[in-house]
């Protein structure tokens, strides 16, 4: 069986001799122990249990066509548009049972993005690239591996170009090419889940000219290499994982995300997918975004739903929950919520077939996704937060509920309705305000995956304005040249479709 469960995950990443991973200032030596990122392997370890647990197992396995044995979905090759649902429904599912980001995804995309890029680049003669990224394929799926997907570069000043960056490594670069590999330097930023994962996949994170061809370079790595040091970034409520309680830092998951530096790292040819190709730099980028933006649909969904049991479970607690501005407002929370689910499902459905055996999320349905989740997650904080009441920012800490001075005060001024105790109303309040305004949530709903501005410019260039203003102008009774398509989307092709077509 190639299907690890969680606890073979996390003996893989303890013992590591080469990587330098820091957190405050000080290095860690073993990720799955230390307090600050324990949350985050848990979290990460759920995608490895959930191919075990009773009703996520037959959801998180699947078919590997390129070693013919069932494997976790997360390093799975889509191959039909329910594989694509399958994943959507699969990411809601993990959030339900972890509260965070769970972080393995991204490689999950990368693994898709160069599979499709790859066959895009045979079908014009380029074969090589496939038959490497095919035996990754083959090595990722035997051993189960955890990915971290690699895109955002340091970038430096964001007007320039990168070969015309004052800091010549803003963007990860190729420095020397020798026949047995390449030599890399540069860093990438906001890596999810990085230290908590067995191998980098690389990809470059804009379209390029070609002065930048040493910049349009794509790879993977083992996390554990000499010369890659992973700063890890700071969250919001982050100490109180230190403080050893059980209430306050709930839930116990949570993710992180980090700086990784390649310090003239040494990657093998084999383990090149991509170099030098500034031809393919959007479509590889245009590709990985579609992918990362549909799956949003899914967790932000899965923290959607805990927010709304939070919230109505608070309003029991106290008393209101038949109050019809209750009521309207959850009503408002479960709309937002399945609004940014459907447009995940709708992008899986209406997938697109780039090339054999390589099925693409619907482009436009995938940026709609995005935009909608880098709204609503704050619409619904806002009335999640309006519900609880002020207690989410004022209320006492566990060791206040713990303190046997006033342990009896708190716990005759913080009780509602006699059902529920003080300590009821702490664990889901702070539930409620570690999930409702922590990073996953908040920060990663709007930047993740791209930017807002990035999900504009895509549905305005795949959206054709000049075909629906004939449809206008004809009803209008003008004159026009307006032929109607055979399908109902006003839409243009992707440059990515424009490829895998050969125009
Ligand atoms: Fe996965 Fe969502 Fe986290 Fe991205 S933001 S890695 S899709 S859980």
Redesign the pocket.
């Given at each position: 069986m190639v299907i690890r469960t969680g606890e073979q995950y996390l003996n893989s990443i303890r013992n590591r001799s080469k990587v330098e991973i820091y957190v405050m200032g000080k290095e860690v030596k073993d990720v799955t122990t230390d307090p600050f990122l324990k949350p985050s392997v848990m979290a990460f370890k759920a995608t490895f249990d959930a191919a075990w647990e009773e009703d996520t197992k037959d959801l998180a396995r699947a078919w590997s066509q390129f070693i013919n044995e069932k494997i976790n979905r997360f390093n799975h090759i889509h191959n039909s548009p329910e594989d694509l649902a399958a994943k959507v429904k699969l990411?809601r599912k993990l959030?339900q049972k972890t509260g965070a980001?769970?972080?393995?995804?991204?490689g999950w995309d990368a693994l898709n993005t160069l599979w499709v890029i790859t066959n895009l680049m045979a079908q014009k003669g380029k074969t090589n690239y496939k038959e490497r990224f095919v035996e990754y394929l083959k090595y990722v799926h035997k051993n189960d591996l955890a990915l971290a997907g690699a895109m955002t570069d340091a970038k430096g000043v964001r007007t320039l170009r990168p070969h015309q960056q004052p800091n010549k490594n803003a963007y990860v670069r190729i420095e020397e090419i020798t026949k047995d590999g390449i030599y890399v330097s540069g860093a990438k930023d906001n890596i999810?889940g990085v230290a908590a994962t067995e191998e980098i996949v690389v990809l470059p994170t804009r379209a390029m000219g070609p002065e930048d061809k040493d910049y349009a370079v794509a790879f993977s790595i083992p996390t554990d290499t000499e010369g890659i040091k992973i700063i890890v970034g700071r969250q919001l409520n982050d100490t109180r994982r230190l403080e050893g309680g059980e209430i306050d830092a709930l839930p116990y998951f949570y993710?992180h995300e980090g700086l990784v530096i390649f310090d003239h790292v040494f990657v093998p040819m084999e383990r090149v997918f991509f170099m030098g190709e500034y031809q393919y730099t959007s479509q590889l980028v245009e590709i990985f975004s579609a992918y990362?933006r549909q799956?949003?649909g899914g967790?932000?969904a899965g923290l959607g739903d805990v927010i709304i049991g939070a919230t109505r479970n608070l309003a029991k607690q106290v008393g209101i929950e038949k109050a019809s501005h209750v009521q309207e407002k959850l009503t408002e929370m479960i709309f937002l919520t399945e609004t940014m689910y459907s447009a995940g499902i709708a992008a899986s459905l209406n997938a697109v077939k780039l090339c054999d055996n390589c099925w693409w999320v619907n482009p436009m349905h995938a940026n709609v996704t995005k935009h909608l989740v880098a709204r609503f997650p704050a619409q619904i904080s806002q009335l999640a937060i309006d519900l609880a009441g002020g207690i989410i920012g004022t209320a006492p800490s566990e060791w206040d509920l713990k303190n046997s001075k006033i342990k009896e005060y708190i716990a005759k001024y913080l009780q509602g309705v006699e059902d529920y105790t003080a300590e009821d109303r702490l664990r889901m309040v702070r539930l409620l305000e570690n999930v409702s305004l922590g990073v996953?949530f908040q920060i990663?709903s709007i930047h993740?995956?791209g930017s807002p501005a990035t999900q504009r410019i895509m549905f305005t260039r795949l959206y054709d304005l000049d075909y629906v203003e004939e449809i206008a102008k004809r009803l209008a009774g003008k004159k026009t040249d307006l032929k109607f398509k055979p399908e109902a989307e006003p839409w243009r092709e992707s440059e990515a479709q424009k490829l895998a077509k050969g125009s």
């Open positions: 990411l959030s980001c769970f972080q393995r995804c991204v999810t993710n990362h799956g949003y967790c932000k996953s990663e993740g995956a």
